[in-house]
């Protein structure tokens, strides 16, 4: 089963739906480059287009948006960590049941999908792809309630983990999170209408404003006569995706109701205080690191400078599915700046430590440009153990930190020094309580359950 | 509701199942060139291609018949009148129900498609097709027997019409025929393996030895060890599909136990008894009619001649979506002979008239050449009423025959004279009882009942 | 250096000329299947669109042809035997030279090439493509006339062999044909225009009228005012090819003044009276022996019958340049009537006999679907040595009549009488003297001198 | 003509030289992004490949880098103006002359194509393309020298302006620069063998050790067995392009003998000396302003700040030649940070200004986060004049500097206070005298004369 990590995109009651919904996944594109699709309903009429590859790619035809015509529209970019059958995981799905269409767009992963999976086969349903996506639309065929809104609720209660998900019918987008609010979802106005999107940066670009996040267990009928708003779930602990908040959301995007960028910052700034030591100047791996590294620049009085630079007509590394580029040669996306780091004590911020790999060889070449001392800094703390709610991750062999110490790391990254952030820095550094993350991938303990799987499978 | 006229083949217990198959649906593009598809098991492992266009275009790489391993595959070509959402109309179909995957290729149309999929919707079942292909798989989902071979059975006995079935699972293939027969379906031999196919010219082109014709209402499983052959339905009356015999198998094919070659030169002489002309020269319409204007020849003692080339560059006019292409010019297709046709009394024979319109715009063109009289001759009835088995067809409205008689046919035509098969003649022509055989589109007499549906619908 | 064995096809003086030449070059699709391109002129504002394949795959996207504005055009179709940088060799090619655009579409085989190029090379002349067209453009750039009409004249009085040319000025399409006049070239006329075409079915599928020919050593140049014909070059005798009428024009055109169809069927006719031989049934190896052998039914008095279907989703045997295909399995083309065969002694009738292989492999397919004997004819004499005027024939060692006697290629095709027309019986057959045509490929004799080249490149 | 501001990349004495090449090209990727090829020579035999887009793309297939073998090859990446018939303009050019095939890749733009393309159409040579590096090939190939560098050098001779080209033939790779030395060209080594490369960054990607540039006015030849340099024209002051440093080269290349990062901090540091003001913080426009930003931080103790994000999916402003999406929203390519710029006396960086519309949005944008004042600093000179020497520039008009005084353009921009960095100042920078620069582009005076042009092409 794969994991969907995504990003969605909604407008409705707005002329032009598609074009906005492109330009809104647009912004969206670090949340997932495999691929994109766009649905809209022209007073009844749907129209879909999906295909492998960047938004840009997908909608290069401009003919491709003259035929999404409609003022209700919901789109999806999609990163999976599967390949071969991956076209027809693309989404949104959509589905007739009952006479009526109905699309959805994912952004999540579901803890029970295979019991769900199996009951439903059992039941006599079939199954065209591999996405748990899939699951849902099952749920809310199966449900006898009339209404959509009420058969998705009641689809959605019988779903445990975690999903940002926008449902489209023929006259509505109807947008649900849930219980714990592991993936952000967020509200907008603009031109009379509204959209939603993973991230308000989708917000910004289009022009429309934000008013508030879908929150946490809330299900939204979205018409273009306004809301309506079901809370079907029994309340729940919230249980927001720090990483989110670490790596993977946009800094210029507010989500769990905090801008990325503050929330950042103030990383860098504890984790130079929690891990200082002299050194010439700090730098940051570009992009994700910036803002970090800034921060620590600031608490520590290092001075910020730039000494590595991106090549940005490759993917993001952690985004990147095909392993090989990803181990050809870690200067394909970076080259250092020499007169920057030669004869310098460096400090080297970077968001994460996942497998240790980039890492290693990144330190290898600063020190080839003439770097002194390479202390290395992760402003989070050691990633021990996979994520079940949405995040890809290698699996736990592969998570340096799972095996080794941080001295055994520092020695096999070929540091001076490391220092991660702790968990209670990281936490304490937040206007939210501590208890309102997942930090499950930094302490290995689980928010949501999820069911077992079999050696193999916990290992695809 | 689309119209699946379509060809199918399987292969078992053979090594390159795949390649079998690419060049056994390569021999059966005549029945479908919008898309085509293989699917195959190497022991379980499934891998499956589809795309748009002829076989030869879809398996243009040939990474991909290498990626197709196995000793068991099933393929289809299609034909459909739809043409938007297409892609995901492509067979074969796979689906997983049960951690069993199971595939499917259908030839043919089912008669109470909208009734099943209502009742399937109702109980919570998913479309994500047009297809009513799909709702086959549905029922076979939803069947509590164990055995694939039982739960097909069961789902094909609430079904009704026309189909030539391919299924699909990961140690055979299971092929399932109509009790009425109404599309072939053909068993073949071939180094200690089995093929299946639409008709025996794919055996020819692989070199397969033909054993029998998959019998009306026969599901048989087919595994490298054997065959296992059930008839779960009640017995029926036969209704073989004339028109297979007149136009749409290939003459080197051998279908319904007779040589399609034959069958259509009985068809020509029985036309030259039955309309009789003076005439100089006897011409067919390139390629199918072909055998009948032999026949026609042999029997009336009237020269046969070449007076038409046909451009092959282009597909069979029948068989073409694309109205505009037809109806730009069939000049596009067809050119004259002016050496053979000047000054010339000419009879015309051709399989049947559907609009009219190609012909008319024929017989413009053999006059334009210096012929002196055209008489044209049909090698089958008047078509007076669309096929509801699979056989695509504009709708009764647009059929020259439903509402003009052979005289003001004659008029339109702008021939001298007309004549058509009769009914009687066609069928006396044959070793089989006239009973076996579905004339509906000839008499408006359909043998299994069509499921009404609303106007708008009939006329599609 | 490639032999270009093409179509051209022109159109003046005609609103929609690309749309026209569109469809003339569809039509003389047989005459090169690799690559296509047409070019216009409106008003002197040039547009060129060219690619790999079939003419309607070229033109796929009907915003080319809207792009292609203009009422002048010439476009070209061609076949080669070169694969890996043939993308640059795509016509018609487009140059400047002082200011002037200059296009040209190229059908023939200059047979002093290498010393051109060589000169032309000397004297700093570059080369893009492989092909000898561009030749013809050097040295109409290079000659002091100011008009394009002489500078043409000029040029093309150095080069030898066999040229059917269109060229493009601005304002005019300027149509040559070399002294012996070795390849076809038609003028006709259309809604107060020109149009020319290597044969009349491009005419007849745009529904223009033929005129005349292009004669041998005549330039042409047209304009919507008319005619400007010049005879630059010495009076020489005809040697028109043969080949065009045995097999590589289409029965449908008129070339050399003359219905291709009436003379294949008199080829046909004369070799049922050289190579008799008691047979129930006669048969055609579809399509291009088809007229030949129903003159061979005629004289002999044997029945015509249909004992072969060619599949018509691949291209003409003869004409593809991919060995792999062509030599994989001569079923994917053609498939036996077995009802026709069965019990038979079987006249086989083929235009040519070129390497022998197809034959030998119909000859075993006939057997195997019953023949009791096969008798095997071809409607023109054995072919000893290459054309190097235009027609891609393999090396002479790859002939088989190069090297094996009637009885030793009887054996190895595996017939048992083996009949070719004699040159005598082909050239006695017609209206014209037996002195204009070239039949270098039958007796090895050439009208033109060939320039000698190395071993490797006689062999190429 | 267009302007080839491009990126070439040449490998000698290299296994896998095109590897090495295309690394090299997509390290040079931020110099082109409109096409890209690459040509080697295995021993005599040549393989080139090239299509459009981005170097990634064009060598997507793996099996194409296959085909490109041997120890000797060249790349190019490029950028241009035109649209319509850029395929055929796609670099490296391949031509044939004597027998000997010359491959080129030129980055820059010739002062005397005009006249010199008019000469040679004169002689008789023809162009297929509408690229001034086609008149290169023609003087070469018109030299009566023998061996290819002395014919390199005496065309050379004839061409003005500026470039840097490298030649391939079988056995070398032959680089030139012009003698002012307008575009930056360095030489490495790497395993025994030769690099050459527009910048040093490619250097550091493939792991090359950088040597020393290609000297302006030096023609060298490179083998496997060691180089042979020539000085061909007489000695001329030079004329290095100091906008390569302002804004072109990547910040982590070395040219011109010289860190671009060294020199771009001190541009930052000389406008804050220049231009100071009271402000909160000072941000630059991501990703081409970072190093002059961080310079105006250190010189002017005002605090570094993110408040950009810059969406990489898209290309780099000044370098994407579709002027639609460029027009369409500076918000596709940036969105502004609101926690760092709400409430702030804001200090934006960029680069240069060139139009000034993409300046415009971005103040607006920022005062829209709630700057609340916007201090807008330009770290070069006003952009008064075009460049003829080839950095793509909007024409004379289109220059927002050309018409409109600071003041002006700062009302225009919506700015409260704007600044540009003086000549002088910009200049006085460096270790380099002033007088080796070309400043064309901010005064006007260009150090080599350009051929006269009417209005409608000086304009284009």
Not at 23 to 42: C, K, M, N, P, V
Not at 46 to 56: A, D, F, K, P, T
């Amino acid at each position: 089963m794969m994991r969907d990590k995504c990003g969605v995109f909604g407008a409705v009651g707005l002329s032009d739906a598609a074009r906005l919904t492109y330009f809104g996944l647009y912004s969206l594109q670090h949340r997932g480059q495999e691929s994109a699709g766009i649905i809209t309903s022209d007073e009844g009429k749907i129209e879909l287009h999906r295909g492998m590859g960047l938004v840009s790619r997908v909608f290069k035809d401009p003919a491709i948006l003259e035929r999404l015509s409609g003022s209700i529209a919901i789109g999806h970019t999609r990163y999976s960590t599967t390949g071969a059958s991956s076209i027809t995981n693309i989404q949104p799905f959509l589905i007739t049941n009952r006479q009526r269409k109905l699309a959805i767009a994912h952004n999540g992963n579901l803890t029970n999908s295979r019991t769900l999976r199996t009951e439903l086969e059992d039941k006599g349903s079939i199954f065209q792809t591999t996405s748990d996506t899939e699951i849902v639309l099952h749920l809310v065929a199966r449900s006898k309630e009339e209404k959509p809104l009420s058969a998705i609720c009641e689809a959605l209660k019988t779903v445990t983990g975690a999903y940002s998900i926008l449902f489209m019918t023929e006259d509505s987008v109807i947008a649900a999170r849930d219980p714990q609010g592991f993936r952000p979802l967020c509200l907008g106005k603009f031109n009379g209408g509204y959209v939603v999107a993973s991230e308000t940066c989708a917000f910004d670009l289009v022009g429309a404003e934000y008013i508030r996040d879908i929150e946490p267990g809330e299900v939204v009928k979205i018409t273009k006569d306004g809301l309506e708003s079901v809370f079907p779930h029994q309340k729940q602990k919230h249980a927001y995706c720090i990483f989110e908040y670490i790596y993977f959301a946009r800094p210029d995007s507010k989500i769990f109701e905090e801008n990325v960028d503050k929330i950042r910052r103030r990383l860098g700034r504890q984790l130079a205080i929690e891990h200082p030591v002299e050194a010439d100047i700090v730098i940051g791996i570009p992009d994700s690191a910036n803002t970090a590294t800034l921060g620590y620049s600031e608490e520590s009085g290092i001075k910020f400078e730039i000494g590595l630079i991106r090549n940005h007509y490759v993917g993001r590394t952690f985004i990147d599915p095909d392993q090989k580029i990803r181990d050809l040669d870690v200067r394909v996306k970076f080259n250092t700046v020499k007169g920057v780091l030669e004869g310098k004590r460096v400090i080297v911020v970077d968001d994460s430590i996942v497998r240790g790999t980039t890492s290693k060889k990144l330190i290898k070449l600063i020190r080839e440009a003439g770097a002194t001392e390479v202390h290395f800094r992760a402003s989070s703390p050691p990633i021990i153990s996979p994520c079940f709610y949405g995040i890809d991750m290698p699996t736990k062999k592969e998570l340096i930190a799972s095996s080794k110490s941080v001295e055994e790391t520092c020695k096999y990254l070929g540091a001076d020094t490391l220092g991660y952030l702790s968990v209670d820095g990281m936490l304490g550094m937040d206007s939210l309580p501590a208890e309102s993350y997942c930090v499950g991938c930094f302490t290995g303990k689980y928010p949501v359950p999820v069911e077992p799987r079999n050696g193999k499978l916990f290992l695809e």
